[in-house]
Nanobody, 113 residues
Framework: VQLQASGAGLVQAGDSLRLSCTAS???????MAWYRQVPGQQRQMVAS???????NYADSAKGRFTISRDNARNSVYLEMNSLKPEDTAVYYC?????????WGQGTLVTVSS
């Protein structure tokens, strides 16, 4: 399974950005999520969404980020608003079900102050 992420880049504080991730297989039964990692720190979950569409967010993302999915397109999205410099990280999409877990290649989001 391959996960291809897109949409990252360099933005200014307060800007918005939308990340997309498309899987090479059907995602209907999988939890989908976005994680991020800063060099020297552990990878942390930003947001997740269940097969039924229930979303969970890290405290840092609540009120600013929205995760969504389109199973017809085997895709998951992360809409990020009011971006802050501390949101700068490599963002990874993830899909999992039971013992199966797959990761995208990571895509860099840089937020300048």
């Amino acid at each position: 399974v391959q996960l291809q992420a897109s949409g990252a880049g360099l933005v200014q504080a307060g800007d918005s950005l939308r990340l997309s991730c498309t899987a090479s297989r059907n995602t209907n039964a999988f939890f989908m999520a976005w994680y991020r990692q800063v060099p020297g720190q552990q990878r942390q979950m930003v947001a997740s969404i269940s097969p039924g569409g229930h979303a969970n967010y890290a405290d840092s993302a609540k009120g600013r980020f929205t995760i969504s999915r389109d199973n017809a397109r085997n895709s998951v999205y992360l809409e990020m608003n009011s971006l802050k410099p501390e949101d700068t990280a490599v963002y990874y999409c993830n899909m999992g079900r039971g013992s199966m877990m797959y990761w995208g290649q990571g895509t860099l989001v840089t937020v300048s102050s």
